[in-house]
């Protein structure tokens, strides 16, 4: 067989094995879970279960830092969005997600970013 043939197989075959694994990534069912839940949190303005599963340092957020979060983001997220999974990271013993949050208000997407360790979450933020 022709090199030039050759070449181009492995090239070939190298990239669609690269394809295949960026299509392939899924977050968590857990990470999933909790970032959907502190996002129904913001626009439900339910402080409670905003923090229910953090760990002691996010359960000490204060309520006035989470009302202003829901100030801001509450509407943006009632007239609809949707939250993309796109990779994740390992930071300071923290599992952390990041995610794409597309409004249908038209108006920027945001990247949110979910801490986890040991089950529990150690922050979400959203920029």
């Excluded at 983001?73 to 923290?94: N, S, V």
Aim: charged fraction near 25%; aromatic fraction near 12%.
């Amino acid at each position: 067989m022709n090199t030039k043939i050759i070449r181009s197989l492995i090239i070939a075959t190298a990239l669609f094995g690269s394809s295949a694994a960026l299509f392939a990534m899924e977050a968590s069912k857990e990470n999933l879970a909790f970032s959907e839940k502190i996002i129904s949190a913001i626009q439900k303005a339910d402080y409670n279960s905003f923090i229910s599963d953090g760990d002691a340092a996010f359960q000490k957020l204060k309520k006035a830092q989470f009302d202003s979060v829901v100030t801001q983001l509450a509407p943006r997220f009632k007239a609809g969005y949707e939250i993309t999974y796109l990779g994740d990271l390992k930071q300071q013993g923290f599992h952390v997600t990041l995610w794409k949050l597309s409004f249908q208000d038209g108006k920027d997407d945001a990247l949110a970013t979910l801490s986890v360790k040991e089950g529990k979450v150690g922050g979400f933020w959203i920029k």
